[in-house]
Structure formats: C-alpha cells, structure tokens
DNA sequence: CCGTGTGAAGCTGTTCACAGCT
DNA sequence: AGCTGTGAACAGCTTCACACGG
C-alpha cells in the first residue's frame, strides 16, 4: 500500500518509466483503460512483470477490468517525481553535450535543461542551436545553487569525468548520468548512472551473427 | 577452453568491454601485468565476477601472477569481434544523429561510420561537421550493400522507428542500436539493443533523495 | 605463497498459476 | 467472466571460498 521506495530494483524503475511512455501513446489515441495483457501485447512486454512491477507501489488496477489510463499515468508520475520540474545541468559542450542540451527528451516532462559547461574559450559564451548558453565550468557551483540543480550530465573527456563528477556532487547535485568512457566510482547519498556509447557498440558486434 | 559463444550473457559481454578499456588504459601507463584484484580495486569491479567472466571463455591467466595485459587486452578483442572493422551506419540526421556519426568511439576500435541518413531536403547532401555525408534514406539499401555494413544506428523519431529497423534489417544489417524512444520488436537471428536516454534520466530521478 | 579457475552457495529478478475481487 | 495481485517455483547472475597450478 505505502509507497516504500526501498527494495525497488533499477530494472523495475526503468520498466515504470517504459510503462508511463506506452500509457502516454495510449492516451493519445483516445483510449480509456488497459489490460496488463493488452500492454504487454502491444509494445512487447511481459503481463505479469507488468503487474508485479505496478504492484510494489500500489494496488492501482480493477479487477476484471484493468488500470485507468489517466489515473495509471498519474501514479507513475508522482513514483518518478517528474511531477515537479528538476533543473539540469549538463558538462562538456561537445558534439553530444551540445545534442543532449537541445534534446526535447531533456527539455520536457519533468526535466529542463538549465546551463551547459565547458572549459573551451572557443565555446564558452556561445549559445547551441536552440539557444541554450554554454558558460565556463568555474560557474558549475554559483549555478547549480541558483537553480537548485538536482542533476548533472556529464559529457567529458574520460580523463576529467571523475573530477567533475565530484565538483557536481560538491556544488550539491544529486544524481549525475554520465556519458563519458570512464569508470567513476559512486559516492554514498547519491545516484550514478551512466551510458557508454562504445560499449553499447562493442556488445552488439559480440552478438552479431558473422 | 572452447570459445563457445552461447550461453554467455550480455551483462558479462558488456563488462569484457569495460575490461578492455581498463586494459588499454593500464597499457598506456606501461604496466605488463595485473591481476583480478588489482583490476578490481582500480576500476571498482568484483574481482572473483573478473575471474569467472574470463573464464567462460578461456583460461587467459597465470596462477601465482595474474594477467598479461597486452595478451588478454588482445584475446578480448578477438572475443568482441572487433579485430575487423565493422562498417556503421547512421539513420536520422538530427542533433544526436551528427553527434553520433563524429564521435571518436563510434570511429575507431574496430567501427566507422561510412553514412548518415535522412530524408529532410535540407539535409541531405549536406556534411556533418567531420566530414560524414548525409544521404536520402532511401539510399540505405544499396549502402548497406556496397560496404557491407554489419551495424545501423537508429536516431530518428519514435514515430518511425519501427519501419527503420525492419529497412535495416531488410538491407542485412545484422545489428541495431536505437535510441528511439519506441519499443521495437525484436527480429530473431539478429540483434537489437536499445539506449533510451529519456529513460536514464527518469530512473535517475526515481532514485534522487529529496 | 600467490592468484587463477571453479564448484557451490546465495541472492535477485522473472515467470507461473491461481485465489479473490469487481 | 475477466483481470488483478501475489505466493511459490524457477532461472540467472553474483559472490564466496578453496583446491590447484605456477
């Protein structure tokens, strides 16, 4: 019934965040409620993971019939606390800091993009496509307090990752992403994740049938 | 002893890459051998999951000393198939998809991106900033064919991200990595990996102590 | 004596199957 | 009659602990 957050697997949260997605396609096309075996049916997923995962927070369908769209959707968004806008901040001004910035994904439901950072005099003071201001990374403390920053991107050179890693947390960051191709090591209190593009690469070529 | 492929999960494949970076990493400071522990502490890893990742396909080490870097760094390689090069193509010329296309990682270490797809009018004909042509997508096939690309990268809107893989696919692509935020099916005998960078930050925020 | 390679134990996440509610 | 919510079975991955080789 309560909604312990405790004993939640990452692979459960992701799976919330799946399930929010195909109910935000449903309500589009007009639909009122679903079944567990109609999402799963649709968009490739497992019926009863679907209704363990929704079951760790909450008895949130009706018997015989399914889950209220609306209703499902909601609970999911106060689950993933995209009910209250977070300011991001995102570090390295490269080719892919610079998509991330201007990415809608990041600019929506939840989340907005506040600064981007780099060290480049080339860049700094620049602006990206949709004009989101790039500013020197000195500033990551003076702007993560003004804005309240909960999360930090980085998008780095691997030899610098740790070291903003821990100048984010210090100017009070909670959770960071981080895309660049380096080990860095979690600190307790708060939430690493982190996306290697290369070894996303290097893991399909294993797979491939040759 | 046998490398026998089957039977090995992807999360071990993922952290043979992540070992291989560790290796070159070493190898650049000149060191000639490690041993599990040492990797472990050094890169916050598990050494016994080190021991037994390596193992399922060989017996790479030496009891009493450890890991000669340059040999196993090599042996991983061949594990990852990355000894050939791999020929990558890009569809969805946006932010991201240029991002991709330039990037150093998705350009070296067994891939190269050989074309970038589209089918903006704007866009096609046009370079990236590196140097990458941007195609109409209904070039992909005879592409696919003429460099025989084992790998397409799908960063186009979720909309069309489904007809994009079965076009891959069709061309013989044999693995494809999307980062449409859209569940896609997945095609037996080939593979599909999704990278879903709404979701990362959403299981982020889950997970951030408020 | 040290570190690998590995059976066995432990744990976590997934799937099954059905009781119970609507 | 239908679908949820859930204990129990299952499967897979991780960690332990130690025999064995160098």
């Known amino acids: 019934m309560s909604?312990?957050?405790?004993?939640?697997?990452?692979?459960?949260?992701?799976?919330?965040?799946?399930?929010?997605?195909?109910l935000?396609?449903?309500?589009?096309?007009?639909?009122?409620?679903?079944?567990?075996?109609?999402?799963?049916?649709?968009?490739?997923?497992?019926?009863?993971?679907?209704?363990?995962?929704?079951?760790?927070?909450?008895?949130?369908?009706?018997?015989?019939?399914?889950y209220c769209i609306a209703n499902l959707k909601d609970q999911i968004i106060k689950l993933l606390k995209l009910n209250k806008e977070k300011a991001v901040v995102i570090v390295?001004?490269?080719?892919?800091?610079?998509?991330?910035?201007?990415?809608?994904?990041?600019?929506?439901?939840g989340f907005?993009?506040?600064?981007?950072?780099?060290?480049?005099?080339?860049?700094?003071?620049?602006?990206?496509?949709?004009?989101?201001s790039i500013l020197h990374a000195k500033r990551i403390p003076e702007i993560a307090k003004k804005h309240n920053v909960a999360i930090g991107i980085i998008a780095?050179?691997?030899q610098s990752a740790q070291a903003i890693y821990?100048?984010?947390?210090?100017a009070?960051?909670?959770?960071?992403?981080t895309f660049a191709p380096a080990q860095i090591k979690e600190k307790p209190l708060t939430k690493l994740r982190a996306v290697d593009l290369k070894i996303n690469l290097e893991?399909?070529?294993?797979f491939l049938r040759s």
């Open 203 to 206: 893991t399909l070529s294993f």
């Open 24 to 66: 935000q396609t449903l309500e589009k096309e007009g639909r009122q409620t679903v079944s567990s075996q109609e999402l799963a049916r649709q968009f490739h997923l497992n019926s009863a993971q679907i209704r363990k995962d929704l079951a760790y927070f909450g008895a949130f369908g009706t018997r015989g019939v399914g």
């Open 92 to 109: 390295g001004a490269g080719h892919l800091g610079q998509a991330l910035a201007d990415f809608q994904g990041f600019n929506s439901g």
């Open 166 to 170: 821990d100048t984010l947390l210090k």
């Open 112 to 132: 907005r993009v506040v600064a981007l950072f780099d060290i480049d005099p080339a860049k700094v003071g620049k602006k990206t496509a949709k004009g989101k």
């Open 172 to 177: 009070g960051v909670k959770g960071v992403l």
């Open 156 to 158: 780095v050179r691997p």
């Open 3 to 22: 909604a312990k957050t405790a004993n939640i697997s990452e692979a459960t949260v992701t799976r919330l965040s799946i399930y929010l997605r195909c």
